[in-house]
């Protein structure tokens, strides 16, 4: 019997007595579940997906298969004015004493509208950022391609009629984007580029299979690949020729509104100088570890000179994709072995490249199926490759970061047991809002404290590379923390970005130059070490609240089974009645 029976059951058996002698210890009466809650959860994801119809394909509602996104000014215009109304429902529903479930679902979504508001009408991303608009073609149709979820054929018609709308939905980054900060437009320029060859290439080898001998089917196909890929070619003109040129803007969004983001999306409001002080503080410990570690290897080298002397051990450009494959089998049986999480399915994901079009400094990431994707299965790690163009400087800088050692270190954080496990936990999520919605501190964090917790649990038998890999990855993640409020909030530049993660993480130029450009377009990716702190101060409180009865793995499979909620509600799901500091 679930805790909130046990509490509706309890009340009612002591109805009879209360008007005699009546007890404050009794449970109040839980709230019934909301039919108009209910609604509202349903409303808000039908609005939502209807502006974001490959999100949509993506999380398994095919209905909006054909369907292409609408960034243009009116569309934009109608999607707050349908926000404003749901805050307003929502509102009116949390004023009435909502079901713990429904409460936590609240909660998120207002969170989620209000995160969204302050992009579309405070910090106007739509108005500042190409990388938005070039980014979808690729997405809205890799989604259809990717995953056998219909017959080639249908998913193929569904791809005719979203590419048919895509030389109009890029004509919205002309007409919506102005003065944009230079290095959005360098990463759109990227993204533009590969999305041309990922379409003249990769969509169109899918295509001559897909079609199955259905000549009015490939005539219409052609034809409107023709135009994406004119229409690819012109948006990349016109983002190197016109808009570079005039792209002066600040990518800097400002403490208040760094606060704010930070409360929305992730139920933090520590004040911005502690939070600092925080991240700083762990950036410090780290390296002095990092140092320690190093000395360990060899005493006789620089840390600097000791990291990279392991990044000589690195995938060539041919044999990066298998190297990552063969990292994953090890890794599984690890946690199976020293019972670090329950592992609920026998699926391994497909380790494949990172498609062209997402290739905007992300050097791994983890794609897996949509929660009400009732088909298609396949979850896909994707590795990025190097590029084609990029001098034999930047090609081996890039296949530096993928050292054997850190190789173990990404597969730990983006498969086992990091963001495919937490995945594949997906069908134990309570609710509809639980498995549609995610928090970055909570997914990152758990991803990035993964890193850590399997090296403390003998993962690489005490091999002094292994625990310099994981405080590498640390280090990055605690040089995002610090450059990106930097960055937003004290006026640093990207290159002196750069220049932190060179001095304190020991990072190739090449690959410290994306890792702080990504903080001027992902202002909060302080989410991994926060999220990954916050995890360690849960399972610390946990433990001593659970005593002698504590077990890591059911800590973990409590953690997981959850959902991607905020941390502030685990916490309140996890320790009922905790009122201790999330830090």
Same mark, same amino acid.
């Given at each position: ?20 002698? !009546? ?38 509602? $095919? ?82 391609? /990717? ?33 944009? !900060? ?52 012109? #948006? ?33 409001d520590i004040p911005l100088d502690r939070l600092l002080a925080i991240g700083q503080a762990n950036l410090d410990k780290d390296y002095n570890d990092f140092v320690e570690t190093a000395k360990l290897i060899d005493p006789t /080298? ?13 995938? #060539? ?5 298998? #190297? ?46 949509? !929660? ?59 609710? /509809? #809002? ?29 091999? !002094? ?22 960055? $937003? ?17 020991f990072m190739e130029p090449a690959n410290a130059y994306e890792e702080a450009r990504r903080g001027a377009y992902n202002p909060t990716y302080l989410y991994y070490t926060l999220g990954k702190l916050q995890i360690y101060k849960l399972r610390e409180d946990y433990k001593r609240a659970k005593g002698e ?35």
């Amino acid at each position: 019997m679930n805790l909130r029976a046990s509490c509706s059951l309890l009340a009612c058996a002591c109805i009879t007595v209360v008007s005699c002698a !009546p007890d404050k210890n009794i449970p109040p009466v839980e709230p019934a579940a909301s039919p108009a809650f209910r609604q509202f959860v349903d409303d808000y994801f039908k609005a939502y997906f209807e502006f974001n119809p490959s999100q949509a394909t993506g999380d398994g509602f $095919h209905e909006y298969d054909s369907k292409l996104e609408d960034f243009s000014a009116s569309a934009i215009d109608g999607r707050v004015a349908a926000l404003r109304s749901l805050a307003t429902r929502l509102a009116a529903l949390q004023h009435d004493k909502l079901a713990v479930e429904e409460s936590v679902d609240a909660e998120i979504l207002d969170g989620q509208i209000k995160s969204e508001l302050q992009d579309i009408e405070v910090l106007q991303t739509w108005h500042k950022n190409p990388m938005g608009y070039v980014g979808v073609p690729g997405g809205a149709i890799d989604v259809l391609m /990717k995953r056998d979820f219909a017959p080639a054929q249908d998913r193929l018609r569904s791809i005719v009629a979203r590419m048919q709308g895509i030389p109009k939905f890029l004509q919205s980054l002309k007409q919506n984007v102005a003065e944009p !900060p230079k290095e959005f437009t360098d990463l759109a320029i990227r993204m533009a580029q590969g999305s041309v060859g990922f379409f003249k290439d990769s969509v169109a080898t899918w295509a001559k299979t897909a079609e199955g001998g259905d000549k009015r089917l490939k005539k219409d196909f052609d034809a409107a690949n023709q135009a994406v890929v004119k229409a690819l070619e012109e #948006t990349t003109r016109y983002l190197k020729n016109d808009l570079l040129p005039k792209s002066k803007g600040s990518y800097a969004i400002g403490a208040k509104n760094f606060s704010d983001k930070l409360a929305y999306d992730d139920m933090v409001d520590i004040p911005l100088d502690r939070l600092l002080a925080i991240g700083q503080a762990n950036l410090d410990k780290d390296y002095n570890d990092f140092v320690e570690t190093a000395k360990l290897i060899d005493p006789t /080298k620089s840390p600097a000179v000791v990291m990279k002397t392991i990044t000589n051990d690195h995938p #060539t450009e041919n044999n990066l994709i298998p #190297t990552a494959k063969n990292t994953l089998e090890s890794i599984r049986q690890f946690i199976v072995n020293h019972k670090i999480v329950t592992i609920p399915s026998e699926v391994r994901p497909i380790v494949t490249e990172t498609p062209p079009y997402a290739r905007s400094g992300t050097f791994a990431s983890m794609d897996t199926p949509g !929660p009400y994707e009732r088909k298609a299965k396949e979850a896909f790690y994707y590795v990025t490759p190097v590029e084609k163009d990029w001098t034999p400087q930047h090609k081996d800088e890039h296949l530096r970061g993928y050292s054997r050692p850190v190789l173990d270190m990404i597969s730990i954080h983006e498969v086992y047991p990091g963001h495919f496990v937490q995945f594949l936990y997906v069908s134990k999520f309570p609710t /509809k #809002t639980r498995k549609l919605t995610f928090c970055s501190s909570n997914v990152e964090g758990w991803a990035h404290y993964c890193e850590q917790m399997m090296v403390e649990q003998g993962f690489g038998n005490s091999d !002094p590379k292994i625990k310099l890999a994981q405080l590498s990855e640390a280090l990055l993640r605690d040089c995002r923390y610090v450059v990106g409020i930097k960055l $937003h909030t004290q006026g640093m530049r990207v290159a002196d970005g750069a220049k932190v993660f060179v001095d304190k993480a020991f990072m190739e130029p090449a690959n410290a130059y994306e890792e702080a450009r990504r903080g001027a377009y992902n202002p909060t990716y302080l989410y991994y070490t926060l999220g990954k702190l916050q995890i360690y101060k849960l399972r610390e409180d946990y433990k001593r609240a659970k005593g002698e009865a504590f077990s890591l793995e059911t800590f973990h499979n409590e953690f997981v089974k959850q959902g991607g909620i905020p941390l502030k509600l685990m916490r309140q799901i996890l320790l009922p009645g905790d009122t201790q500091p999330m830090l």
